[in-house]
């Protein structure tokens, strides 16, 4: 919800008449939204909501008259776009987000436990599921001496399906993350924190 209800409530408060269109997978996620914002007393107007596939969003957008298009998404979509609509788009692409830490490590304890939760948070939290989402982790040795990668595998193998804090990739199979994940293990030095195997005890579609 964070992002586009971002970009939604922002183009009503200037107000726009935004055309909503989610992503195909998880619309009903956005419709619930829109019903909440009708409860709350929206007039039922102010917002349109499109849900079809991706290929139709581009059709629409290119065979009418549309001021701008906000989009968030991949690199290739948003190249799509920036023809399409003759540079009438504003772009949020996704992130491949690095976080680093260098030599300097605190002395406190609480410290590095603090940077070891934030490290699980920015990577896991929603799921991961945000283009946000701590991609990769380079710390110095330092940081694995003081314990940070032993206490951030226990925040993250704490995780569960269960409490939802931790979830499926509707886009991705699991083979196909299963098999990221040993191409990883075959560079030298490389070591997993936790994980590593397939979800058990849930009815999810494969």
Not at 71 to 89: P, R
Not at 158 to 177: C, M
């Amino acid at each position: 919800l964070e992002i586009p209800v971002l970009q939604l409530m922002g183009a009503l408060y200037m107000g726009n008449k935004p055309l909503l269109k989610p992503t195909e997978k998880v619309a009903v996620v956005m419709e619930q939204f829109v019903r909440l914002l009708h409860h709350c007393g929206m007039p039922a107007g102010d917002v349109d909501l499109l849900n079809c596939r991706g290929e139709v969003a581009g059709d629409f957008i290119t065979s009418n008259p549309i001021r701008m298009t906000q989009f968030t998404g991949s690199s290739e979509v948003a190249d799509h776009l920036c023809v399409a609509t003759a540079g009438k788009v504003k772009i949020e692409d996704a992130g491949f987000d690095w976080k680093i830490l260098g030599p300097d490590v605190p002395d406190d304890p609480a410290a590095v436990d603090y940077v070891a939760w934030q490290c699980d948070q920015d990577a896991y939290a929603a799921s991961g599921q945000k283009c946000s989402a701590q991609s990769i982790l380079f710390v110095h040795s330092n940081w694995r001496k003081a314990g940070l990668l032993d206490k951030a595998g226990a925040l993250a193998s704490a995780r569960s399906l269960a409490e939802l804090t931790v979830g499926p990739v509707l886009t991705v199979t699991t083979q196909t993350i299963l098999d990221h994940v040993a191409a990883l293990l075959a560079i030298p030095g490389a070591e997993l924190l936790w994980g590593g195997q397939e979800l058990s005890d849930h009815a999810i579609p494969a």
